[in-house]
T-cell receptor
């Protein structure tokens, strides 16, 4: 039973560029959440997708956007990258809103 | 707003018990979680407890919840070198739904052989 998978594992981008990160949820899960984890910090909630719509959003600017596809997989897009966007981006999935989150191994984004 | 606090470091000897503590601010939290993160990896769900419970035991793990003091602890019995990792406490405030988690900064557990 595959868990949450994310791609790519590592990414290096230049300031001002755009990036797309991808996530496939654990089998049987329909809800996908994205978190940003800066070095030495706990993860911070970006947003959550359910039924292909953004349901909740954390305190992140509009440069951060996402999408959920009919097969429940999801993308996180970040435009106009800043140096401060360098972080580990974690995808988590769950079965609806009332079950624990299962996390992937993350995508390490470095902005130079 | 929500605030979750943990001590940054803990060192224990192999075979001893480890106790990792966490305090949170949101009294309406319905779920409280413990996650483990090893170097270069994502977060592994260890255990979670509903806010109407005082204790939950799962093999070597014991979670204690003092809702009055908003204090959560994770006890690892017979700590092994493979338990060395960062442990995150997280709360799920009731008003935002079960999936919007607020994390502490993590406690780095070092197990000394």
């Amino acid at each position: 039973d595959a868990g949450v998978t994310q791609s790519p594992t590592h990414l290096i981008k230049t300031r001002g560029q755009q990036v797309t990160l991808r996530c496939s949820p654990k089998s049987g899960h329909d809800t996908v959440s994205w978190y940003q984890q800066a070095l030495g910090q706990g993860p911070q909630f970006i947003f959550q997708y359910y039924e292909e719509e953004e349901r909740q959003r954390g305190n992140f600017p509009d440069r951060f956007s996402g999408h959920q596809f009919p097969n429940y997989s999801s993308e996180l897009n970040v435009n106009a990258l800043l140096l401060g966007d360098s972080a580990l981006y974690l995808c988590a999935s769950s079965m609806g809103f009332n079950s624990p989150l299962h996390f992937g191994n993350g995508t390490r984004l470095t902005v130079t | 707003g929500e605030d979750v606090e943990q001590s940054l470091f803990l060192s224990v000897r192999e075979g001893d018990s480890s106790v990792i503590n966490c305090t949170y601010t949101d009294s309406s939290s319905t779920y409280l979680y413990w996650y483990k993160q090893e170097p270069g990896a994502g977060l592994q769900l260890l255990t979670y407890i509903f806010s109407n419970m005082d204790m939950k035991q799962d093999q070597r793990l014991t979670v204690l919840l003092n809702k009055k003091d908003k204090h959560l602890s994770l006890r690892i019995a017979d700590t092994q070198t493979g338990d060395s990792a960062i442990y995150f406490c997280a709360e799920s405030p009731d008003q935002t739904g079960a999936n919007n988690l607020f994390f502490g900064t993590g406690t780095r557990l070092t197990v000394i052989p």
